[in-house]
């Protein structure tokens, strides 16, 4: 069973930048898409990034594209969202998930979650 434990969050500045991480356990994460999700408080878990297994496919939600990005390194089990021009309507807090597939597969349920780590924008 992978463990996926997410780093990075924090509170920033509106126009200020995060680099969320996000290290999984074992030996199969090289061999699955990864997902970042958010939830902001009284709003459904939403998809703001996910890359394919290889990093060849990205996918970024509309509300975050120019601003996000998603990126990987197999060799340390790690994903990571870069996120600059935060706003507050960023807030919420970011989970990682591991997909079923290598491919971004959006709608499915990942097969693993991680605890989340809160990140907070002011104004």
């Known amino acids: 069973q992978v463990q996926l434990v997410e780093s990075g969050g924090g509170l920033v500045q509106a126009g200020g930048s995060l680099r969320l991480s996000c290290a999984a356990s074992?030996?199969?994460?090289?061999?699955?898409?990864m997902d970042w999700f958010r939830q902001a408080p009284g709003k459904e878990r939403e998809l703001v990034a996910a890359?394919?297994?290889?990093?060849?496919?990205?996918y970024h939600t509309d509300s975050v594209k120019g601003r996000f990005n998603i990126s990987r390194d197999n060799t340390k089990n790690t994903v990571y969202l870069q996120m600059n021009s935060l706003k507050p309507e960023d807030t919420a807090v970011y989970y990682c998930?591991?997909?079923?597939?290598?491919?971004?597969?959006?709608?499915?349920?990942?097969?693993?979650w991680g605890q989340g780590t809160q990140v907070t924008i002011s104004s």
């Open positions: 074992g030996r199969t994460f090289s061999i699955y898409a």
């Open positions: 998930a591991q997909e079923t597939t290598a491919f971004i597969r959006r709608g499915t349920t990942p097969r693993a």
């Open positions: 890359i394919s297994w290889n990093s060849g496919n990205t």
